[in-house]
C-alpha cells in the first residue's frame, strides 16, 4: 500500500518552456502533498505543502508564481514550473500523506528536470 | 527552524559488516522516520516509530525511537551490496505541523564486496 506516483520521470526542453509535473497517490487519499528539490548529493529541500482544495503554502525564498501548485482533488497534485530556465533545473520529488496525525510521508519516484 | 543532525555523513564498508547511523535532534519529536533513496529515485520509507523507547524491526534493519524524543538510530546488519544507498531520518510533530517532516542531511552507504 501507500503507492505515490509522480509523472514524468524525466524532462528535457528549451529555455522558456513550462513544465508540468504530475503527484498522484494511488491507494489512499491524501489531503496534504509535499514538493521538494533535491541538488545532487544534497538533502531533500521543501518547496512547498500542498492542500486539497486550498492555496499551497510556500517556503521561505520559493517563487510561488514561478512554481505554480494545485491540488485539485485528494489524489492529485501538480507543480507547474512556469517559463523554467538552466538554473531551474534540478530532481523535484512529490510526497504524500494519508489522513491522521501520525502518518509518514510517502514519496515518488522523482522528477528529473533538464532546461537548456 | 527544527534541525536534525545526522551521522555519519558517508560509510565505506565491507560486505557482511553491520551498520549503525543516527540522528539528533535539539527539540522534540513524536514520530521518527527513516528512508532510504537509491540514484535517481525517490525515497522508500523502511521504518516509522510512534513511541519514545520503541523498537521496531525491519528484516535486517532496527531502528530505535530515543526516550528523550530527540533521537533515533538506525542499524543494519549483515550488510549486502544491495543496501548502498542514501539513508535519510525525518522527525514529524504531526498534524500541529501541517504534517511536514525536518529530514536529516542523509548517511551515504557504500558496500564493498
Known amino acids: 500500500g501507500a503507492v505515490v506516483s509522480q509523472h514524468p520521470s524525466r524532462v528535457i526542453c528549451k529555455s522558456g518552456t513550462s513544465v508540468k509535473i504530475e503527484c498522484r497517490s494511488l491507494?489512499?487519499?491524501?489531503?496534504?502533498m509535499f514538493w521538494y528539490r533535491q541538488f545532487p548529493k544534497q538533502s531533500l529541500m521543501l518547496m512547498a505543502t500542498?492542500?486539497?482544495?486550498?492555496?499551497?503554502?510556500?517556503e521561505q525564498g520559493v517563487e510561488k508564481d514561478k512554481f505554480l501548485i494545485n491540488h485539485a482533488s485528494l489524489t492529485l497534485s501538480t507543480l507547474t514550473v512556469t517559463s523554467a530556465h538552466p538554473e531551474d533545473s534540478s530532481f523535484y520529488i512529490c510526497s504524500a500523506r494519508d489522513l491522521g496525525p501520525k502518518q509518514p510521508q510517502h514519496f515518488g519516484d522523482g522528477t528529473r528536470l533538464s532546461i537548456l | 527552524g527544527q534541525q536534525l543532525n545526522q551521522s555519519p555523513q558517508s560509510m565505506f564498508i565491507q560486505e557482511g559488516e553491520d551498520v549503525s547511523m543516527n540522528c539528533t535532534s535539539s527539540s522534540i519529536f513524536n514520530t521518527w522516520l527513516w528512508y532510504k533513496q537509491d540514484p535517481g529515485e525517490g525515497p522508500v520509507l523502511l521504518i516509522a516509530l510512534y513511541k519514545a523507547g520503541e523498537l521496531t524491526s525491519n528484516g535486517r534493519l532496527t531502528a530505535q525511537f530515543g526516550i528523550t524524543r530527540k533521537d533515533s538510530f538506525l542499524n543494519i546488519s549483515a550488510s549486502i551490496p544491495s543496501d548502498v544507498g542514501i539513508y535519510f531520518c525525518a522527525g514529524q510533530l504531526g498534524n500541529t505541523n501541517a504534517g511536514k517532516s525536518t529530514f536529516g542531511d542523509g548517511t551515504t552507504l557504500t558496500v564493498k564486496p
Open positions: 491507494d489512499f487519499q491524501a489531503t496534504t
Open positions: 500542498s492542500n486539497e482544495g486550498s492555496k499551497a503554502t510556500y
